[in-house]
């Protein structure tokens, strides 16, 4: 029975999700498989990946044939590098615990470089988020320096009316005493004339 390691498709339209599966070539894209070696999630930034790398090896070591996505993940996970390692130990070049050390190196070495691209990207969105809030500041400055003369003309307006209004005060008050000044000494000169 010829065996695939290939991807089966799950997920809803538009964000699909993939397991990492054994199965026989003739069966169905989305159908029975032998065994599930792991998930594959492309909608994430970098893709995440759940691989089991040993049960991925006993699959090649019996002669399973990788498609070329599937190829690609063992490559990233290192599946392909272990499966190459065992061989030199078939053949008596390494030891158990070199390959381990080799194998063990490598994931090291690429959690790093994983982990360097999941820095960059969130270094550059938070400048991203950086520029748009400057972006944002500078036309909040732009609107409140245009409303800024509309304001000052509202004021001048509002000391206006409130210097006509005070004039009209005044104006009022100024006619209310000048006849009560008049009535004043009207009233001195009557009583002035009693004593008399």
């Given at each position: 029975m010829p065996v695939k390691i290939r991807l089966?498709?799950?997920?809803?339209?538009?964000?699909?999700?993939?397991?990492?599966?054994?199965?026989?070539?003739?069966?169905?894209?989305?159908?029975?498989?032998?065994?599930?070696?792991g998930t594959y999630n492309p909608n994430t930034n970098p893709a995440t990946i759940n691989l089991d790398v040993d049960g991925s090896v006993k699959w090649l070591q019996?002669?399973?044939?990788?498609?070329?996505?599937?190829?690609?993940?063992?490559?990233?996970?290192?599946?392909?590098?272990?499966?190459?390692?065992?061989?030199g130990v078939r053949k008596g070049a390494l030891t158990e615990e070199q390959v381990e050390e080799k194998f063990n190196a490598w994931v090291e070495e690429k959690e790093k470089a994983v982990q360097a691209k999941k820095d960059g990207l969130s270094k550059a969105?938070?400048?991203?988020?950086?520029?748009?809030?400057?972006?944002?500041?500078?036309?909040?400055?732009k609107r409140a320096a245009a409303a800024l003369p509309e304001e000052e003309a509202v004021e001048e307006e509002v000391?206006?009316?409130?210097?006509?209004?005070t004039e009209a005060v005044a104006e009022e008050t100024a006619a209310v005493e000048e006849p009560a000044k008049e009535e004043a000494p009207a009233a001195e000169a009557e009583a002035s004339k009693e004593e008399e």
């Open positions: 089966q498709r799950h997920g809803k339209k538009g964000k699909p999700f993939y397991w990492v599966v054994a199965a026989d070539s003739r069966s169905k894209r989305d159908g029975k498989f032998l065994e599930k070696l019996n002669g399973a044939q990788p498609t070329d996505t599937a190829r690609a993940i063992l490559s990233y996970k290192g599946a392909l590098l272990k499966h190459h390692l065992l061989g969105e938070a400048d991203a988020k950086a520029k748009a809030l400057e972006a944002e500041k500078e036309v909040s400055e000391a206006e009316e409130v210097a006509e209004a």
